[in-house]
Nanobody, 124 residues
């Protein structure tokens, strides 16, 4: 069992930056692939980024490539999402998720555990 708690969301102007954190409980955190997803009002929950267990492999949605960076610190049981050059269309609730698979997967149905989400609002 893994429990996930996101933090770091807030209101920022377009062009600004935020860093989201996701703290995980459980001794097996380092064995999970970790992902970030986001959901805007009235829309599906979409893949944003993911990182494998060691941090050696990452994957990003095309819409955030070059602007967002996912990283993890297994000693702290934490995964991060650094978001730069934010745009109004990045506004959404951002969710952290854990997947038991070794390979990175981008479909939300593959992820086993989810956090409660943190709101990110980007004003124009």
């Amino acid at each position: 069992q893994v429990q996930l708690v996101e933090s770091g969301g807030g209101l920022v102007q377009a062009g600004g930056s935020l860093r989201l954190s996701c703290a995980a409980s459980g001794r097996t955190f380092s064995s999970y692939t970790m992902g970030w997803f986001r959901q805007a009002p009235g829309k599906e929950r979409d893949f944003v980024a993911a990182i494998n267990w060691s941090g050696s492999n990452t994957n990003y949605a095309d819409s955030v490539k070059g602007r967002f960076t996912i990283s993890r610190d297994n000693a702290k049981n934490t995964v991060y999402l650094q978001m730069n050059s934010l745009k109004p269309e990045d506004t959404a609730v951002y969710y952290c998720a854990a997947d038991r698979a070794i390979v990175i997967r981008t479909t939300r149905y593959n992820y086993d555990y989810w956090g409660q989400g943190t709101q990110v609002t980007v004003s124009s």
